[in-house]
Nanobody
Framework: QVQLVESGGGLVQAGGSLRLSCAAS????????MGWFRQAPGKERWFVAA????????YYADSVKGRFTISRDNAKNTVYLQMNSLSPEDTAVYYC?????????????????WGQGTQVTVSS
């Protein structure tokens, strides 16, 4: 059974940094692209970043480009999201997901496995 477990969320002041981790188990992690999405209160879930299975290509939403960095360590079955220069607008529950269906990397319907989410709160 596939499991994705996020960690690293918390409360941080504006301008600060956090590093989210997502540990995967139950399948060959290195075979699939991974993504991070976020959902703010009362809003839909939105794409944040994605990384190819090999780690050679990454993609970002315009709102986080230049501030967030996605990476992965296939030997540790873990994907990371380094978040810098955080602002209150980044407050959300962050989810990691594994892309197992066809579809654009920014489309959540392309992702078949999801973690439980980790809360990130940025205070002003």
């Amino acid at each position: 059974q596939v499991q994705l477990v996020e960690s690293g969320g918390g409360l941080v002041q504006a301008g600060g940094s956090l590093r989210l981790s997502c540990a995967a188990s139950g399948r060959t992690f290195s075979n699939n692209d991974m993504g991070w999405f976020r959902q703010a209160p009362g809003k839909e879930r939105w794409f944040v970043a994605a990384i190819r299975s090999s780690g050679t290509s990454t993609y970002y939403a315009d709102s986080v480009k230049g501030r967030f960095t996605i990476s992965r360590d296939n030997a540790k079955n873990t994907v990371y999201l380094q978040m810098n220069s955080l602002s209150p607008e980044d407050t959300a529950v962050y989810y990691c997901a594994e892309r197992i269906y066809s579809g654009a990397y920014y489309n959540e319907k392309a992702y078949g496995y999801w973690g439980q989410g980790t809360q990130v709160t940025v205070s002003s």
